[in-house]
């Protein structure tokens, strides 16, 4: 199993430029998560979804999409990004059951200039 | 909302001595799950150890264990024999007992340095 893969690893873009980052998971988990991690802040949860079809908001959802088409994808929607966007981007997966560990990807460190 | 504070953004060790990071959380819920998660240079979360508020006895994994007091929401990682590859940002988080289950809110993170 690759486990929880993110692409790419790093990325600059200027002010006003969309993009997807993008996620996937080979483990058939249900839940998906994104994360962005600042200095000083932890991780801080973007957006969720608990199965195809289902997704939600996090604590900082603004300027960012998502949607989960299947189990295994759950790309990130930066739709006109700005400056206040740079960080680096986790996603995350885990299955059924609070106990359960939640996978992390490798992280995608974004600039926006 | 749950909120979890590390009020150690950095500690050091030496090697082999003993260190405790810190960690606080403020919930209104009676059930719920406490994480430490480690962060190396490479970026990897890795999952340190576990806690299930329920449970009483306090978590031990090899070298880690924690101190968990549910009344005073306090809940401490312990490192016993520090080695130079424990380097790393540490980051305490919290899980609520919900059916989803898949929402963690993170600390701000201590920073680890070991000494050699």
């Known amino acids: 199993n690759a486990g929880v893969t993110q692409t790419p690893k790093f990325q600059v873009l200027k002010t006003g430029q969309s993009m997807t980052l993008q996620c996937a998971q080979d483990m058939n988990h249900e839940y998906m998560s994104w994360y962005r991690q600042d200095p000083g802040m932890g991780l801080r949860l973007i957006h969720y979804s608990v199965g195809a079809g289902i997704t939600d908001q996090g604590e900082v959802p603004n300027g960012y999409n998502v949607s989960r088409s299947t189990t295994e994808d759950f790309p990130l929607r930066l739709l006109s990004a700005a400056p206040s966007q740079t960080s680096v981007y986790f996603c995350?997966?885990?299955?059924?059951?609070?106990?359960?560990?939640?996978?992390f990807g490798p992280g995608t460190r974004l600039t926006v200039l | 909302a749950q909120t979890v504070t590390q009020s150690q953004p950095e500690m050091s060790v030496q090697e082999a001595e003993t260190v405790t990071l810190s960690c606080t959380y403020d919930?209104?819920?009676?059930?719920?799950?406490l994480f430490w998660y480690k962060q190396p240079p490479s970026r990897q979360m890795i999952l340190v150890i576990r806690q299930e508020a329920y449970k009483q006895q306090n978590a031990t994994e090899n070298r880690f264990s924690v101190n968990f007091q549910k009344a005073a929401k306090s809940f401490s990682l312990k490192i016993s024999d520090s080695q130079l590859g424990d380097a790393a940002m540490y980051f305490c988080a919290y899980r609520s007992f919900e059916t989803s289950g898949s929402r963690l809110t993170f600390g701000e993170g201590t920073q680890l340095t070991v000494n050699p």
């Open positions: 919930t209104s819920e009676s059930d719920y799950y």
């Open positions: 995350a997966s885990k299955t059924g059951g609070s106990y359960n560990e939640q996978f």
